[in-house]
């Protein structure tokens, strides 16, 4: 049977991809094809890429049965959320997992561009590549993104890993590479699913709690130009006199755990941030805080510190529900809460509020000397006043370093310090933060991890206008009307269709906006009522939830705190 031409083919290809990846079928179709890659017939008339050899040729799948090769690959992986497919080959990996109603999502890591164009002028897999469910990745770049796009553990559940063993081994030095980005990737989304399984619905209704003081008035923020942002690990304590002495510098914005030893060295910040959603964030305010200092309050901040300070502005982090008000109801300053710590949250507001320069201090990202924290923060107060004669306070010290399995002691010079997994992980995405933000960042040497970007990063990024709206913002609506309507939108909402989470995946608009606001409730709700499937379940699950909370607050019980 004659074949169809290969430009028909990578044409019908190119415009399937381009419905959910315009990006990727744009830069196939300028590239050059692998001229590595033949195509041959299996027995039954499938087409099989091969590798092209000075001897002869090595087929990629089975040139008897390939789609029986690939089903029988397939079966032991039955149930998967997420199939994560190590080599396109022929395709029929990813189409024989779709076969399974327990998979909601399929994405496919490839070496190169020029490999996918070649499998796409000969393979006529248009039906799958224009299937919701299935994704593309070329080279060990487009792997973080892709799978961020294509896991969501609250909607599908677990993941698994599929290798095309012939083209793995072929190409073992990318795919050995992929495989570890691979690991990191799905650890950085496990690692934030686990802390969403936690405060999911804390977040939630902190939100609510926030929209009354949000909705009323708003702090006049200055344009800034330069900033300062200071962390609290101990080499702080040798930079604050450099602080002390030195000149203005631009806007000092100090993290919340900074304030009490900035405010024991008698320095007065301009600013302060919390993102801290839990009650100990209480803690870093007990020695007040100037009048004259602006409080920056994550819109999931605990409510009860809004009343901390006359100056108070919120600012819109990464939480669904928060973008959902940001868009809909009124516009905030926007922050990077996704590296998990408040320094990180702090240069990405300071470039928010318009700094082009950003000197950061105190920023460790470990524990050098075996200490947590500058002298002057909370903990030391903390432990101080709760040692005994059989635990003082340098060995609750100890514990707290300690209190994660994987901590690690590091000789430096005559001194050491000590690193987790944690502590790297928030590294090294401060690191990509530094190198991807449109402002030049530098960080104070001290004591702990250094904080030199790449020579390829050194150059920021190209300054265009800033999206300052929520500068003039006011909210659309009173907060109780907003929730109202919200709250109706939200009971409106028809069932999910398929019970895991390729039904989410279709979704389109407002419903898809509407049921996002409630992913991080539906992870806390999968971990309260393990019996709750991810997907359909759970977030009708966390819709009950909401609806129930929002009720409350607008009818002013008492029992929404319970």
């Not at 969403?196 to 344009?223: C, V, Y």
């Amino acid at each position: 049977m004659p074949r169809p031409d290969s430009a028909r083919v990578l044409e019908a290809n190119l415009a399937a991809l381009a419905r959910g990846n315009p990006s990727l079928a744009f830069t196939i179709r300028s590239s050059a094809a692998n001229p590595s890659l033949i195509f041959i017939e299996a027995r039954n008339g499938t087409l099989v890429p091969a590798v092209r050899l000075p001897d002869g040729r090595a087929p990629l799948h089975s040139l008897y049965d390939p789609m029986g090769e690939s089903r029988k690959m397939m079966a032991g992986m039955r149930g998967a959320g997420c199939v994560v497919i190590l080599g396109m080959g022929a395709g029929l990996a990813a189409a024989s997992s779709l076969e399974d109603a327990g998979v909601s999502s399929v994405l496919v890591i490839e070496k190169d561009v020029s490999t996918l164009r070649a499998l796409l002028e000969h393979l006529p897999i248009a039906g799958l590549l224009q299937d919701s469910r299935v994704s593309l990745s070329a080279g060990l770049e487009g792997i973080r993104p892709a799978l961020l796009a294509a896991w969501q553990p609250a909607l599908m559940g677990g993941l698994v890993t599929a290798p095309l063993r012939a083209w793995c081994e072929r190409e073992k030095q990318f795919f050995t590479a992929a495989t570890k980005e691979l690991r990191a990737v799905v650890d950085e989304i496990r690692a934030d699913y686990g802390v969403q399984a936690h405060f999911g619905k804390r977040w939630f209704s902190n939100i609510l709690l926030n929209m009354e003081p949000a909705s009323s008035g708003a702090t006049d923020l200055p344009h800034l130009t330069s900033a300062r942002v200071i962390a609290a690990g101990p080499s702080l304590e040798r930079q604050l006199p450099l602080l002390a002495a030195a000149e203005d510098h631009g806007f000092l914005l100090g993290s919340d755990t900074s304030l009490p030893a900035l405010r024991r060295a008698g320095i007065q910040p301009s600013g302060v941030l919390s993102i801290d959603c839990q009650i100990y964030g209480y803690h870093h305010f007990l020695q007040g805080i100037s009048a004259q200092s602006t409080l920056f309050l994550d819109l999931a901040s605990p409510h009860f510190l809004a009343r901390r300070s006359s100056r108070l502005a919120f600012a819109a982090g990464g939480h669904p529900f928060a973008v959902y008000l940001d868009a809909r109801w009124k516009r905030f300053p926007k922050m990077d809460t996704s590296g998990g710590n408040v320094t990180h949250a702090a240069v990405s507001l300071a470039q928010c509020l318009g700094a082009r320069t950003i000197t950061v201090y105190g920023a460790d990202f470990s524990y050098p000397d075996g200490k947590p924290y500058a002298r002057g923060t909370y903990l030391y107060d903390f432990f101080d006043s709760s040692q005994t004669r059989v635990t003082p306070a340098e060995s609750r010290f100890f514990s707290f370093i300690y209190r994660t399995p994987e901590t690690r002691k590091e000789r430096v010079g005559t001194s050491f310090r000590y690193t987790t997994d944690v502590m790297l992980a928030y590294r090294e995405r401060f690191l990509r933060l530094m190198s991807v933000i449109p402002a030049e960042v530098v960080s104070v040497p001290g004591a702990g991890l250094a904080l030199d970007r790449t020579p390829a990063s050194l150059t920021p990024l190209p300054v265009g206008p800033m999206d300052d709206g929520w500068r003039r913002s006011q909210p659309r609506c009173s907060w109780r009307r907003f929730l109202a309507n919200y709250a109706g939108d939200l009971a409106a909402l028809p069932v999910l269709a398929h019970p895991g989470g390729s039904s989410f995946r279709t979704l389109h608009g407002s419903e898809k906006e509407l049921w996002g606001t409630l992913l991080p409730v539906a992870a806390r709700v999968i971990k309260e009522s393990p019996e709750t499937a991810p997907g359909a379940a759970a977030l009708d699950g966390a819709r009950q939830w909401a609806l129930t909370r929002i009720s409350r607050l607008i009818e002013g019980s008492r029992s929404f705190h319970e």
